[in-house]
Structures are given as structure tokens and as C-alpha cells.
T-cell receptor, first 114, second 112 residues
Framework: DGGITQSPKYLFRKEGQNVTLSCEQNLNHDAMYWYRQDPGQGLRLIYYSQIVNDFQKGDIAEGYSVSREKKESFPLTVTSAQKNPTAFYLC?????????????FGEGSRLTVL | GNSVTQMEGPVTLSEEAFLTINCTYTATGYPSLFWYVQYPGEGLQLLLKATKADDKGSNKGFEATYRKETTSFHLEKGSVQVSDSAVYFCALSSWGAQKLVFGQGTRLTINP
């Protein structure tokens, strides 16, 4: 079945360590997104990519990095510079690159910093 | 800039009650409007959408009408079930904006 796969579902990290969250889609979508969700808050956009080898910062990009070397993959690295990385991270894709249409979401990755 | 304001939660109802979750927006041009639902521990799923004024989106007994004159897209359901317990997000997109703007979400709990 087509969809978005995020891994790992749960991840624990010690302070000072970088961690990479995987996001893979087989929907042939051009656009991919990373959102952060904190308890009781909405979704905040971290990074997005409209096309391979190109990406833009979202509203809270500090302390994060991404790459888009393949159309189907958009990994997110949470670096040690991110002050409060414990959160639920959601990856999404969209078939529309000229403007955001419907988003398709993965099931999320929950990161906990120990 | 574009923004979405949702009714604050949490909202708690009894089974078979009528549900309204308010959503208003600010946007340039003619945005598309969406309602997403998030069940516990999962990602978001599209519930319904409307792409132009006066359109009504509907799915699983939920409805929302795109009201340009009041800049609103309120979510309604006539008779809620326990299985409707989730967090609901209103969102909008504008052509050329390249990203969706989400409201803060409304947690809905339905008691049997």
C-alpha cells in the first residue's frame, strides 16, 4: 500500500547527541514536510521541500537539519543545538508543489531526551 | 499573513450529542480549507476539505461549510460517538504559499 513510513516510532536520546528521524514515501509526491507537535499545541513547521535537492526553513528550523537527495526520502536530524528536542515529530507529503494542498501524514516519531 | 483560530478545548460531550468546533481564518486570496483528525498516538488524517466558497465538505457524518463572508469553516456532527474522541485540527492553504497553516487543535472526548 502507498503511504508514508516514519521510523523509529520511539527514540530516546542523551543530551548532546544528534539523532536522525527517517521519513520515506512511495506516493510519488513532490513536496515533503516535517512538523513538530508538543502537548496541547498545534503543529509547527520545521522544514519543507518542494523538490529534490532543495528545501526551505519553516517556522522553527533552529537546531534541525534536513536533506532531500531522493524524491521519496526526507530525513530530519535533530542536533545537539536544539534546546528542547523532546516532542512528537510528524512527516507529511503532498502531491502539489506549487501550493500546499492536502497533506498525507506518517504515524509520527516520539523523541525523548533523557 | 495567513492564520487559523480554533475553538479552545478540551471539549467533552456525551454520546449522541451535537458537536460544533469553531474555526475562523485570515487569508489573502481564496484559500482551501481542511479539517484533520488525530487519534491517540497517530499521525493526522484528512477528515474533509472545501476548496471554494459555499462548498460543503463531508465525511463520516462530519460536515463543514466554507463561509467566505464570515471567514469560517466550523466542523459539525449531529450525533457523536465514543470513537470520535480525538484531536481535530483546522487548516488552510493558499496557492503559492507552499505550506499548510494549522490551528492549535481541539481535543474532543466523548463519554458513553
Amino acid at each position: 500500500d502507498g503511504g508514508i513510513t516514519q521510523s523509529p516510532k520511539y527514540l530516546f536520546r542523551k543530551e548532546g547527541q544528534n539523532v536522525t528521524l527517517s521519513c520515506e514515501q512511495n506516493l510519488n509526491h513532490d513536496a515533503m514536510y516535517w512538523y513538530r507537535q508538543d502537548p496541547g499545541q498545534g503543529l509547527r513547521l520545521i522544514y519543507y521541500s518542494q523538490i529534490v535537492n532543495d528545501f526551505q526553513k519553516g517556522d522553527i528550523a533552529e537546531g534541525y537539519s534536513v536533506s532531500r537527495e531522493k524524491k521519496e526520502s526526507f530525513p530530519l536530524t535533530v542536533t545537539s543545538a536544539q534546546k528542547n528536542p523532546t516532542a512528537f515529530y510528524l512527516c507529511a507529503s503532498s502531491p502539489t508543489s506549487g501550493g500546499a494542498g492536502e497533506l498525507f501524514f506518517g504515524e509520527g516519531s516520539r523523541l525523548t531526551v533523557l | 499573513g495567513n492564520s487559523v483560530t480554533q475553538m479552545e478545548g478540551p471539549v467533552t460531550l456525551s454520546e449522541e450529542a451535537f458537536l460544533t468546533i469553531n474555526c475562523t481564518y485570515t487569508a489573502t486570496g481564496y484559500p482551501s480549507l481542511f479539517w484533520y483528525v488525530q487519534y491517540p498516538g497517530e499521525g493526522l488524517q484528512l477528515l474533509l476539505k472545501a476548496t471554494k466558497a459555499d462548498d460543503k465538505g463531508s465525511n463520516k457524518g462530519f460536515e463543514a461549510t466554507y463561509r467566505k463572508e464570515t471567514t469560517s469553516f466550523h466542523l459539525e456532527k449531529g450525533s457523536v460517538q465514543v470513537s470520535d474522541s480525538a484531536v481535530y485540527f483546522c487548516a488552510l492553504s493558499s496557492w503559492g504559499a507552499q505550506k499548510l497553516v494549522f490551528g492549535q487543535g481541539t481535543r474532543l472526548t466523548i463519554n458513553p
